[in-house]
């Protein structure tokens, strides 16, 4: 399957109407496929801020997540839903939520359409560490960092259109995101 670009704008539109914006945390529950992809840059583009939440994690360490984080929501599938706490509000992606997203309209949210406008230091991510030293601590990365990440990224590497890049770390690792959005950024292809 192949992620086009509507699918993460489809995504962001649909997150929008149900209160997704900027500061406002949306937890990502699901395993590595194109819908997660799609579904990282619909918040992203809603403007909010994501939450990776492993499916492989211990249930108590998704518990204490979630506790700290406090996530609007949670979107999952219906394959790993059963491993949140019952109280976490959660939206599925399962093929009634992809003809909702067939629905929507296929344009980037303007700062006009989005819940408030998004700046540059707003959350993108929050990032638990690993708890190696006591409980793990929950970490937020601005859009401007991500953003200034990915511009060294290209300066030092120089990405081209015809590369491949491998997302291969879980997306509870912060090097997922440059895995994961700097082919995406500059027309690369990104592997699975």
Partial sequence: RYYTSS?????????????VGPEVIVGVHAGRAVETVATVLGILKAGGAYLPLDPDYPTERLAYM???AQPACVLTTIKVSEL??????????????????ERQLKTNPADTQRISPLQPLHPAYVIYTSGSTGAPKGVVVSHSAIVNRLLWMQSAYGLQSDDRVLQKTS?????SVWESFWPLTHGATLVL
């Fill in 7 to 19: 699918s993460g704008v489809s995504s962001a539109n649909w997150l929008r109407d149900r209160g």
């Fill in 66 to 68: 979630l506790q700290d």
């Fill in 84 to 101: 949140l706490p019952n109280h976490v509000t959660q939206l599925l992606v399962d093929p009634g939520t992809q003809s909702e997203l």
């Fill in 171 to 175: 997306i509870g690792f912060d090097v």
